[in-house]
């Protein structure tokens, strides 16, 4: 590359028990829109961090335009040339687009008023140059995050910024605006910005990018031309897995029961924004896998099914019985369960005790006034932590001592004591020692036995692979296939998850 | 359990210091007597006035507990007190007039909730709203002006009468205080409030009624702020729509606070939240009583002193103010 803009070599980051980066190196060039792609901890954030001054490197270098810098603060790091646009953006809503654009530059007159006419003109132009619309005394309030977005990316370009880093900037846009904003990125990669772009949506990667850099457990793992780098050549270097095209079928340990009773049944269910119209079956007896990316829509599907978020429209039917409006509290009543992917935020309540935590859905769905005999709750709480093996010196000890694994059984001893007949498990093995996932695995296996209709979500393909009776494969936030019986193969699953440019999908 | 008897000793401690101090000044302090079958002493006299904020104290621990607060205790006892003596004014009996007042409370708890819990407007600014517009609506229930009760009306019996010797307002606050206690002990509704507070998201993954805990709460604070306008009307025979729980809301945010109940929620404590009114009205009697020179202290410095004692349990009960005490500690040592 004759021109590199940006030369970030041998970054190292540590955090207390973490290795956030090991020695990465990252060029971008000028005039080049960059994909930075990784699956969770893979380094991305991080990165971005210290090229934007949020933190400094434990060690290792980064030049701009042949120049030595050491951004200690966002601000100077702006001053330098290198802005970012994050996906909670930074603007004032209250303002009017163009405050925002000249927010803390604007025209003033000599006692210091500010010269408003100029202002407007002035932010007339700069939207005008950007190839933008909008009238320039709205109140950022009124226009879509899409608008807000491009708003903030002007005015980054308008501070002379030489580098643009846009940290997912596509998450909650639709297909024509995230088109609109890709516009916007070309147009400035003619003006010579080297811009620096982070999403989950393997398709937006190829629809943009010149350049793809993957990075995988704080290393980086390749930087390839887009046009060289098959998509399941990315999926492989994503996830760390060679794809093994060569794999043998796993032999199914039961052959789907297509007479088994239909548990869950979704018809074109759909959010916008969020999930495109999807259909699924989910059977008595069955373990249906959700395999895909992050931001793929896996646990976004898990939320509409549980009634967690509302759906936008499509047909949803439980045990047989159609759901209009959906709640967790009445897909509980209906037999559902749910271990949600993010125990913290919304599976624990950190301070109650375990056996609140244990029993808080059994009491939920009792209400209030038929409370169960401490005598009772503690023998129901006791025979779950017995029989999952929690460890916990005793019952009201507060959930948040406890490791993530044992955390993770409170949350499943939960639902397991409702005796559901769908279970819906969002990562439950993410964050948990080896023991303790094979533990989950084998538990999963039981309750299949045992006739209950498990959904198992997993960012581990192998896992769902080896968990599931079929799979759904989910690509940015649709449902991009089903694999069961002799076809249910890593290898098939990860070229599904590639997409098109991913060599003869399927067997 | 440990949690609790820790949060509850500094409260108690400073309880016990005051009546020594108010003792060792007068040992009268700590007589009781019986007059005319009725218990009678300083101390008894604390209870009596604190009988107000202790109710109040005992809802908002409660409402704390889902992580709000209410603003508006102080007008919903005014509102329930005018609606009270209007309807005696306008010759209704005294049980009917209870029975509005406390009617009037749980309405006002309602859409306290309603707005928190449906409308999803923070508590602070939901219940700012009604703590300005109940003063507004007492007072066009009382016409402006402050409506006497009859001195033989039977209502006046909530502020003044006893029961076995004991003084009725310290009755009903200990009898509200062993209620809710039962409430959240033998029901659910104390976990309830518990994970609301403590995880809003996971208590609605869990099937949790969010919004359904929070109106609860609000409600039953209606109810018993409702029964403090109710003894604050009786204990002086009229409605006073202007003065009536005037900045009681705050005695009783404190009172929740200095019983171990932080502001955050998730957590509540029913007997601190009792504590912790004993202490704020034990500390204004001490105040009242003290005399430095034959003068009395200042109303100005009374609420100083207050406002000092209060800042100084809270510094104590405060981790951060320990970890910054600690360094200081071991280079004394």
């Given at each position: 590359m004759a021109d590199a803009l940006v030369e970030m070599r041998g970054i190292v980051k540590t955090y207390p028990g973490v290795v956030a980066l090991d020695g990465v190196d990252f060029t971008l060039g000028a005039g080049e829109i960059h994909a930075l792609v990784g699956e969770n901890g893979a380094g991305k954030s991080t990165l971005i961090r210290i090229l934007t001054g949020a933190e400094q490197p434990d060690r290792g270098r980064i030049r701009l335009s042949g120049r030595e810098i050491r951004p200690r603060r966002p601000a100077e790091a702006q001053r330098l040339g290198v802005a970012a646009v994050y996906q909670?953006?930074?603007?004032?809503?209250?303002?009017?687009i163009a405050e925002n654009l000249l927010l803390g530059r604007e025209p003033r007159a000599p006692l210091g008023w500010i010269r408003w006419g100029e202002m407007r003109r002035r932010a007339r132009r700069i939207l005008g140059d950007m190839g933008l619309e909008a009238e320039v005394a709205t109140p950022l309030r009124h226009c879509s995050i899409a608008v807000r977005q491009m708003i903030a990316v002007a005015r980054a370009v308008d501070q002379k910024a030489k580098v643009l880093v846009l940290d997912e900037p596509t998450s909650s846009l639709d297909a024509a605006e995230t088109s609109r904003l890709f516009d916007l990125m070309r147009r400035l990669r003619g003006l010579g910005l080297g811009i620096l772009f982070i999403t989950h949506f393997l398709e937006q990667v190829y629809a943009v990018s010149d350049r793809i850099t993957i990075l995988r457990g704080g290393r980086r793992v390749g930087s390839h031309a887009a046009r060289d780098l098959s998509r399941l050549a990315l999926v492989s270097a994503m996830l760390g897995k060679a794809a093994p095209e060569a794999a043998a079928a796993r032999p199914r340990t039961?052959?789907?029961?297509?007479?088994?009773?239909?548990r869950l049944v979704a018809r074109r269910v759909f959010r916008r924004r969020v999930v495109q119209p999807f259909d699924l079956t989910l059977r008595s007896g069955e373990v249906l896998g959700f395999a895909g990316l992050l931001g793929s829509g896996r646990t976004e599907i898990a939320r509409l099914l549980f009634g967690v978020d509302a759906r936008d429209g499509g047909t949803l039917s439980v045990n047989g019985k159609t759901v209009q409006h959906h709640s967790p509290r009445r897909a509980i009543r209906c037999g559902m369960a749910l271990a949600p992917e993010d125990r913290r935020a919304a599976g624990l309540v950190p301070h109650l005790s375990v056996r609140d935590n244990i029993l808080l859905a059994l009491h939920a769905s009792r209400g209030w006034l038929r409370r169960l005999p401490r005598r009772r709750q503690h023998a129901l709480a006791e025979r779950f932590v017995r029989s999952l093996s929690i460890?916990?010196?005793?019952?009201?000890?507060?959930?948040?001592?406890?490791s993530g694994g044992n955390q993770q059984k409170v949350i499943l001893a939960r639902w397991l004591l409702m005796e559901p007949t769908i279970l819906l498990l969002d990562e439950p093995t993410r964050g948990i020692d080896i023991g303790a996932k094979d533990q989950i695995e084998s538990l999963v296996g039981d309750l299949r036995a045992r006739g209950m209709a498990i959904i198992f979500i997993s960012g581990e393909l192998e896992e769902v692979a080896r968990v599931s009776d079929r799979v759904l494969v989910l690509r940015d936030r649709s449902v991009a296939g089903e694999l069961a019986g002799a076809d249910l193969r890593l290898s098939s699953i990860m070229e599904r998850i590639a997409g098109s440019g991913g060599g003869d999908g399927g067997a | 359990m440990r949690d609790v008897a820790r949060n509850l000793l500094w409260p108690f401690a400073a309880v016990a210091i005051l009546m020594a101090f108010n003792a060792l000044r007068d040992p009268a302090f700590l007589h009781l007597r019986l007059v005319d079958g009725r218990l009678t002493g300083a101390m008894i006299d604390v209870l009596n006035q604190g009988a107000p904020v202790m109710l109040l104290a005992l809802g908002m621990s409660l409402v704390i507990g889902t992580g709000g607060i209410d603003l508006s205790v102080g007008a919903i006892m005014a509102v329930a007190g005018a609606a009270a003596a209007a309807m005696l004014h306008s010759g209704a009996s005294s049980a009917s007039a209870v029975g509005a007042a406390l009617a009037v409370g749980a309405a006002a708890g309602l859409w306290n909730g309603s707005l928190v819990a449906l409308l999803g407007i923070p508590p602070i600014v939901a219940t700012l709203i009604f703590m300005v517009a109940g003063r507004g609506v007492a007072q066009l229930i009382t016409d402006g002006e402050i409506i006497t009760i009859a001195?033989?009306?039977?209502?006046?019996a909530i502020g003044r009468g006893s029961l076995f010797g004991v003084p009725l307002p310290v009755l009903t606050a200990l009898s509200a205080a062993g209620a809710l206690a039962a409430l959240a002990r033998l029901t659910s509704l104390g976990l309830f409030i518990e994970g609301v507070g403590g995880n809003e998201e996971a208590s609605r993954y869990a099937g949790l009624s969010v919004r359904s805990i929070r109106i609860a709460a609000y409600s039953i604070m209606g109810l018993l702020a409702a029964l403090a306008g109710l003894i604050d009307a009786a204990d002086i025979a009229a409605a006073d729509a202007n003065n009536?729980?005037?900045?009681?809301e705050l005695d009783a945010i404190l009172a929740v606070v200095i019983g171990g109940t932080a502001l955050t929620g998730g957590r509540f404590s029913i007997a601190g939240s009792l504590l912790g009114a004993v202490l704020i009205q034990t500390l204004s009697t001490t105040i009242l009583r003290a005399d430095f020179g034959g003068r009395s202290v200042p109303v100005e410095l009374n609420l100083i002193i207050k406002a000092a004692v209060v800042l100084a349990l809270c510094l104590v009960q405060s981790g951060e103010w320990r970890r910054l005490c600690r360094p200081i500690r071991s280079a004394a040592a």
């Open positions: 909670e953006i930074n603007l004032a809503p209250d303002l009017s039961r052959p789907v029961d297509s007479g088994a009773p239909a460890a916990t010196p005793d019952l009201s000890r507060p959930v948040a001592q406890l | 001195p033989d009306a039977a209502i006046l009536c729980g005037l900045y009681l």
